[in-house]
């Protein structure tokens, strides 16, 4: 089987399951959810200082795109759920097996699942980033501060930060076959850092992406971006040395 081949059948299988719709859908949710309840309590600290006991009284506006990274932390368990399955779901029934004897090039099934969820996602993204920045400026109303560079650029961020989530996912799919296990390590090489103090967990994923996120520094996006090869190295590795 072609490399073509092989990334079109990864796109049937990919869209022939209903968890694809809805772990889709429901980050399109949370983002939404998310950017809109940040917005809509920034408001109401300000127009009821009263009722804080602690609150940053400099700030009388918000960048629009402030909301919407934060909100891509949340959005990410659903894209994290979406890629894992490609992977995992193939173990849990065992499809693995058929595909593996269709296709018996172990790195060109990894390479085609990835970049098949990858672009899926990528594209999600840019569509989550523009629901994340209307539903922000449903809660922000009057309160937003719109940067039209700043904005295009987070957006940006988002797509490409989720995209490397999900290759993180994927390949964590292929080292542990199952579903708990795969979102259990992926969440703690992604929010564990971030409960983590001092200078090693600027070089962990979790913290680096979440920076990547928030500034858009190189630095960040490439210590992420060398954590997905890592695992995806490993991935590759354990696909080859194990029997499916």
């Known amino acids: ?28 949710l949370l983002m939404a959810a998310c950017a809109w309840t940040l917005g809509k309590d920034f408001v109401h600290d300000l127009e ?15 960048p629009l795109h402030e909301p919407l990274v934060l909100s891509a932390l949340l959005a990410q368990f659903a894209v994290v759920a979406f890629a894992m399955l490609a992977m995992t779901g193939e173990y849990a029934t065992g499809l693995i097996r058929s595909t593996l004897r269709a296709q018996p090039s172990r790195g060109r099934v990894l390479l085609a699942k990835v970049g098949v969820v990858g672009a899926v996602t990528f594209a999600s993204g840019l569509v989550l980033g523009v629901a994340g920045l209307a539903a922000a400026q449903l809660g922000l109303s ?94 590759y590795t354990t696909l080859r040395r194990r029997d499916a």
């Open 48 to 62: 009821n200082p009263a009722e804080q006991a602690v609150r940053d009284t400099t700030a009388t506006t918000m």
């Open 1 to 28: 089987m072609t490399a073509q081949a092989s990334a079109r059948s990864e796109w049937i299988k990919l869209w022939s399951v209903r968890s694809t719709w809805w772990c889709l859908a429901s980050s399109v």
């Open 142 to 235: 009057d309160y937003a501060v719109v940067d039209g560079g700043a904005t295009a650029g987070a957006v940006f961020r988002v797509a490409a930060y989720l995209t490397l989530v999900s290759a993180i996912s994927v390949g964590m799919g292929a080292i542990l076959r199952g579903g708990v296990g795969t979102m259990g390590a992926v969440l703690v090489l992604l929010v564990g850092p971030l409960l983590i103090a001092g200078p090693l967990s600027d070089y962990l994923p979790g913290t680096a992406g979440a920076t990547f996120l928030r500034d858009g520094t190189a630095r960040d996006g490439i210590v992420l971006a060398l954590w997905t090869a890592a695992v995806l190295a490993a991935a």
